[in-house]
């Protein structure tokens, strides 16, 4: 895998390269317009002096004949560059070349390229009264001038280039270094510390990076604390109905008659309690866990209600009276089954359990906006103010329950996990609950 401060060097190295290739290639290419001109300029320069200094001869130059011969010296040319000058007839008067074979074309003023044999030249011809002057260099100079000064306008080019990309290296991993130091953080640690993460002078970046990771801690914390709480009331809670049973079984096993049968259903009522109390447990685990309860089946918010009510109770649920509008059958609910059945049900239960035998509970069916509202209303004592808070608490009760604390903490993790909401309201002839859940749109 290869590494963020080499994957940040390359991209940017790269954007580097193309934008100074491309700087580059503009800055060589109008380098080379220019110096172009420059020699063109100079070939015009070179023929208007050669006109003056003929101007200024004592003795025309038509009167010395042709193939009159005068050094570049005299006539003033640089080196490299050939001179001639002809009259209006075509005779040559004068050149600066030996060869009498390297005529260059003067019958065309201005610039042109020709070839004479066998090398490209670029001249330029001049008329300037009685005479043609005409200038010319080789093509071949031209581009050794123009490969050495491309050369030494290329050197400073790609010594700033690679300069560029050996700094950005260095502010790479400059900028990458808060990172490294939290990297060397996190390998300081202790495998079982969950202490939040302290890594000082750390850029705004890479705040939100420690806060969400300082935010991992916590929770896992609460995960762990959560399941050695879990732990021990589980491991409480179970040793007790044991603990009842095997006392029972003892009894049972040492007396015959009425008080055997008695021993043995108090054995069996304990062994109920430990088997709902798993699977309470059970269901906890999966809810909090990352199980999945789709099972593709959906359900109206009424058969949610009626499925609930058949399974509360165990054979107790001819107390409950269902009151739900006509519309609640079209309405699908936007979350599992099972948990929407386990939630409601749960509540029924608790409800059930803590009014008097012969007391009614009441299930009213609301549709709002975007959820249903389920209101479960039982006629018993209520519960106290301050003992609201602890109703979703695991294995909590009150000095009159009988159950195992685990039914309304079930109910507020499938409220998490689901985005339904719960609410408690405890008035003076009973307890009322609202659980709302939501509506597939």
Known sequence: MI???????LILGTAFVVIW??????????????????LDQRLVASARMVAGLIDQLPQPLTSKGEGTRLSADQLSVPDGMACQVSSLRGEILARSHNHAEQTLDDQRSGFHDQLIDGALWRSFTYARGDVRITTADRHQEREALNRSILLAASAPVLVALLG?????????????????????????????????????????????????????FQRIGQTIERERRMTGDAAHELRSPLTA?????????????????????HAEQGADRLHRTLEQL???????GSLSFDDGVACSAEQVARQAIQDAGL??????????????????????????????????????????????????LQLEAERVVYCVRDYGPGI?????????????????????????????AIVQRCGCALHFDSQADGLRVSLHMPIRG
């Open 21 to 38: 290739a491309l700087a580059a290639a503009w800055m060589l290419r109008d380098l080379r317009q220019q110096m172009m001109f420059s």
């Open 245 to 265: 049973i095997k006392t029972h079984l003892q009894v049972a096993r040492m007396t015959d008659g009425s008080v055997r049968e008695q021993a043995l259903e």
């Open 282 to 288: 059970l269901l906890l685990a999966r809810v909090e």
């Open 315 to 364: 054979g107790d649920n001819r107390r409950i009276t269902l009151r739900a509008p006509s519309q609640a059958a079209q309405v699908i609910l936007d979350m599992p089954n099972a948990l929407a059945v386990a939630a409601l049900r749960n509540l029924l239960d608790n409800a059930l359990r803590h009014s008097a035998a012969e007391m009614p509970v009441e299930l009213l």
């Open 384 to 412: 106290a103010e301050h003992d609201l808070q602890h109703l979703t608490q695991r294995f909590w009760r009150d000095a009159q329950s009988s159950g195992c604390g685990l039914g309304l903490a079930i109910v507020q």
């Open 164 to 216: 560029s990309l050996g700094l950005l290296w260095l502010g790479v991993g400059k900028g990458l270094a808060p990172l490294n130091r939290m990297r060397d953080a996190l390998r300081r640690r202790s495998p079982d510390s969950l202490e939040p993460l302290q890594v000082r002078a750390l850029p705004s970046e890479l705040q939100p990076l420690l806060e969400t990771q300082n935010q991992l």
């Open 3 to 9: 590494s963020l401060r080499l994957r940040l060097t």
